[in-house]
């Protein structure tokens, strides 16, 4: 299935609405009246330097991160504190982390039915045809019993990924996915992440990955200490960026690009 | 002036895939170390000679000149040139091994051992189910406890006083770690808890326990509890002092386990919630399994360590097996060869506690060889 790029007679039902979020880290002002929507079935990069709350951002959709101030609702399910909501809220969406977080004591099988298993109480028959069912979607059918030490980093990263998909998740959180990776393994990463997006998987990726943004994103979001800057699709933002910390960022990664 | 460039490479002769170069013959080596100068010649015969004697005379006393059976009491033994004097294990296992237990009824304690043991073979096979080791060996407390006590089945009554020798330890060792190594986790959890009555509760236990002798626990247990419990709750001596047991245990376990529980990466929580995992599966399938392997080298020396405690119990007049021994060999016709006896014993607690490490490593290459390889 392909989705149609957001047309304005239309608006699809969003699949995140966050409005004037705020957080703090002690006296820090970490997330400073955040508001961002994330419609059914779009793409949305987030970018900016280190330390402007982009992972804050997505660690607050799922929970992970808590904020004093402000409303997030993921399919009209909101965060407001209630653990049933919560945990509504974790199994609609899903999470790929820098780091993989792999369970190193299970296979890879076993890393991929944990969760439909335990969460969405299905058999191990089911669970385990349809984790080696992606795992050929993600070119691992040949990993299902290894370990995840026994992987690449890769390797590892599209586990993570196929971990994540079992769950069926409406919006998928990235967090740095490729940061961790030798470069020549960005790209197989990548590529399963574009597989997807042209599927039709909602999801927010904080990336540095220009190229991936400018194929993929719909809007691309600039954050910069803990605020969000400017928002606009790749073509815009990528040529005419509108402030100047924007200007900077696209400048320097364009370097390294 | 024009630099000349000094750095450079030299192309490999052959891209030939070689197998690594012969090791040095372990023998040479061996020699080389041993006799290698004037000096290591000289503290290798030297060492080597003393060894050889040392080894002769032990060898002597212990099988050569040994007295294995004695028919006629302890005088075989005391011929003169006679070595060890095996014998007196052969007059006196029935007291060594089951302690005052009735002399008519001591097959129960046969019994009681040999299951254990052979459910102790069957636990070392991995292909075995945990579930299955785990039932089997609740199973095996409760016919122990049965064994022992007696009552039914025809079997006479036979009070807690009157236990002793392998079987007890055995059961007060089987119990501890029952008992203590769960407690332990709780308490590891507890210390760990967001909710600061609790964690300080637990703290509070954890170190109060550490902080005093295993002795002062038992004593506590066994002879002071019963002052602030009510007469009519009339809990045995063995139950009191088994308590303090698995509490003392308990406090180390968890500070173990809690050990163990540091050095997870936070990330290992943090995949589990966005997964949807509630507490408890998260607790039981992720952080659990990899915070006790990781701590399973300092775990079985907690282990071992509390199947050595239970030589403790004989300060309260209950006699695990060192105090059988002790108690058996203070027959005058015997007295002599205590020695003997004792030697006995501690190759009894060092075939077990040896045997008990070994499973404990077995189990760490198990699950770390797995987690090492997880490096990243």
Same mark, same amino acid.
Not at chain 1, 30 to 33: G, K, N, P, Q, V
């Given at each position: 299935m392909t989705t149609q790029p957001q047309s304005t007679a239309a608006m699809p039902e969003p699949a995140i609405v966050i409005r004037h979020l705020n957080k703090w880290y002690g006296q820090h002002h970490?997330?400073?009246?955040v508001s961002l929507r994330l419609g059914a079935g779009e793409k949305i990069v987030l970018c900016g330097p !280190?330390? !402007?709350g982009k992972s804050t951002l997505i660690r607050c959709i799922n929970g992970l991160e808590s904020f004093a101030e402000g409303s997030l609702e993921v399919g009209g399910v909101a965060l407001d504190g209630s653990s049933a909501h919560l945990r509504e809220i974790r199994r609609m969406t899903g999470m790929v982390f820098q780091h993989f977080n792999l369970f190193p004591h299970m296979t890879v099988l076993e890393n991929l039915t944990l969760g439909p298993r335990s969460v969405l109480r299905e058999s191990e028959i089911e669970a385990s045809a349809r984790a080696r069912a992606l795992l050929e979607r993600v070119r691992l059918g040949d990993q299902a019993l290894k370990y995840p030490g026994q992987l690449s980093g890769g390797q590892q990263q599209r586990v993570a990924i196929a971990r994540t998909l079992m769950m069926r998740p409406q919006v998928i959180l990235f967090d740095e996915p490729t940061s961790a990776l030798d470069p020549e393994m960005v790209q197989e990463v990548l590529e399963v992440m574009e597989e997807l997006a042209s599927d039709g998987q909602s999801m927010i990726v904080v990336t540095h990955e220009m190229t991936f943004a400018r194929n993929v994103a719909d809007l691309v979001v600039f954050m910069d200490k803990g605020q969000i800057l400017e928002a606009a699709p790749p073509e815009v933002f990528f040529t005419t960026p509108h402030t100047e910390r924007a200007r900077n960022f696209v400048r320097q990664i364009g370097h390294a690009a | 002036m024009t630099h000349i460039l000094t750095s450079g490479i030299e192309l490999p002769a052959s891209d030939a895939i070689r197998p690594p170069p012969a090791q040095e013959n372990r023998v040479r080596a061996l020699t080389g170390a041993l006799f290698g100068s004037t000096f290591s010649t000289l503290i290798t015969l030297i060492g080597g000679a003393l060894l050889l004697v040392f080894a002769w005379f032990a060898l002597k006393w212990a099988i @050569?000149?040994? @007295?294995?059976?004695a028919p006629g009491g302890s005088a075989a033994c005391a011929k003169p040139g006679a070595g060890a004097c095996w014998a007196v294990i052969g007059a006196k296992y029935p007291v060594i091994l /089951?302690?005052? /237990?009735p002399y008519a009824e001591q097959w129960r304690g046969v019994v009681l051992i040999a299951l254990w043991l052979v459910w102790a073979g069957v636990s070392i096979f991995r292909r075995v189910p945990a579930l299955t080791k785990i039932i089997g060996w609740i199973a095996i407390f409760i016919v122990s406890i049965i064994l022992m006590r007696g009552?039914? /089945?025809g079997m006479t009554y036979v009070g807690t006083d009157q236990w002793g020798g392998l079987p007890l330890s055995f059961m007060i060792f089987g119990g501890t770690i029952a008992g203590g190594l769960p407690l332990g986790i709780l308490l590891a959890l507890g210390r760990r808890s967001r909710l600061p009555i609790f964690s300080a509760l637990c703290t509070a236990v954890i170190e109060v326990t550490r902080g005093f002798p295993l002795l002062v626990v038992l004593f506590f247990a066994a002879l002071i509890m019963p002052l602030f419990l009510p007469p009519q709750l009339n809990v045995d001596k063995l139950v009191r002092a088994e308590i303090g047991m698995i509490i003392f245990f308990a406090a180390y376990a968890a500070e173990t386990i809690r050990g163990g529980l540091q050095t997870l990466p936070l990330g290992q929580d943090e995949a589990a919630q966005a997964l949807g995992l509630s507490y408890r599966q998260r607790l039981l399938k992720v952080i659990l399994p990899q915070a006790i392997a990781s701590a399973l080298p300092s775990l079985f020396n907690d282990i071992v360590r509390s199947f050595k405690n239970t030589t403790f119990f004989a300060i309260l007049g209950l006699w695990d097996i060192l105090g059988a021994t002790k108690s058996a060999l203070q027959d005058p016709e015997w007295v002599k060869y205590s020695i003997e006896g004792y030697l006995f014993v501690f190759l009894l607690y060092f075939v077990i506690c040896s045997g008990l490490s070994l499973y404990g490593r077995s189990l760490e290459r198990e699950s770390l060889s797995r987690l090492r390889r997880a490096g990243k």
């Open positions: 970490a997330l400073r009246d !280190s330390g !402007s | @050569v000149d040994a @007295v294995w059976t /089951f302690g005052a /237990f009552g039914i /089945f």
